[in-house]
């Protein structure tokens, strides 16, 4: 079942209620909502977009950063999960993943219809994952599609979650590139991203949530990366990134990649906020 809305909802006052309310929800075992949430003809807000460009190190150009195509979609997901008959509250869940395949480069002057529904429930060894898949056309064209992963911990399926094999630890990413996240990064990320999710904010709104100091928001990390592949990216590429651990504000990171656009955020010991990859599509 589709739900069509007029415009884009406010994510800053659905996440807001979100945190403040805690209204009766379905257990998980109900399973997600069986509807998409759609909205048609959004355009690009160009001191928008320029500005978020500036805070993730986008240079200006013709075509929209496929981050942004994220950004654009985020409101409709949290519009899905402020439902009364999601079963998980938006406060607390962790951005685990996220894929991001870009079909092809959108435009500045293209109006988009954006598309996002919820699938994947399954158990983790952490408690409950889930999905959250947007799509976006032109016309007819399907030119991206995005799906974020999230975990509710402590979530349970009444299942076992199945055995994980071990993974290979991942070949070192040596440095290429230092970067300086200051203090206010999460707030300014904020203002052009419209998610205003308390821990990413300061260190008070962000201790009541188990963080002394502020994070930074995954998807500015995950921007940032591309940002530094900009100019190199395939013209139809998939970008798969896990969040491996949050970053505290303010701190300093390393970002490397190595042939085949294998890439890592890491700190001063080389353990990794983010690690990924990007392959033409």
């Known amino acids: 079942m589709d739900v069509v809305l007029p ?53 200006l150009r013709d075509e929209v950063p496929a981050t942004w195509l994220h950004v654009l979609s985020f409101p409709l997901q949290t519009y899905l999960m402020a439902e009364r008959d999601f079963p998980f509250r938006l406060a607390g869940l962790v951005h685990v993943s996220n894929v991001i395949e870009q079909y092809r480069p959108v435009r500045v002057t293209e109006p988009v219809d954006i598309a996002t529904a919820a699938t994947g429930l399954a158990p983790h060894r952490r408690g409950v994952v889930f999905d959250l898949v947007g799509e976006v056309r032109v016309g007819p064209e399907l030119v991206w599609r995005g799906t974020s ?12 979650a199945p055995e994980v094999p071990p993974t290979e630890r991942p070949a070192p990413v ?26 990413h904010l300061s260190a008070v709104t962000a201790r009541p949530f188990g963080f002394r100091r502020p994070i930074v928001h995954g998807m500015w990390t995950y921007a940032r990366v591309l940002s530094s ?26 970002f490397g990649e190595i042939p085949g656009f294998h890439v890592a955020v890491v700190n001063a010991d080389q353990q990794p906020y983010l690690t990924g990859s990007v392959a033409a599509l």
Not at 19 to 48: F, I, N
Request: hydrophobic letters at 40%; charged letters at 20%; a positive charge.
């Open 229 to 254: 592949l900009d100019g190199r990216l395939p013209h139809a590429f998939r970008a798969d990134m896990r969040f491996l651990k949050p970053i505290p504000l303010p701190a300093t990171v390393s």
């Open 7 to 59: 415009r884009l909802p406010q994510a800053g006052g659905l996440i807001a209620g979100a945190v403040l309310t805690t209204p009766r929800r379905p257990p998980p075992t109900a399973g997600l909502p069986g509807r998409r949430v759609v909205v048609h003809g959004v355009r690009h807000e160009p001191a928008r977009l320029a500005a978020y460009g500036r805070v993730c190190g986008f240079a």
């Open 149 to 160: 992963t999230y975990l509710a911990r402590g979530a349970s399926l009444a299942v076992e």
């Open 174 to 199: 040596p440095p290429t590139a230092r970067w300086r996240l200051p203090a206010d990064l999460g707030r300014r990320y904020a203002a052009v991203s419209g998610d205003i999710n308390p821990i």
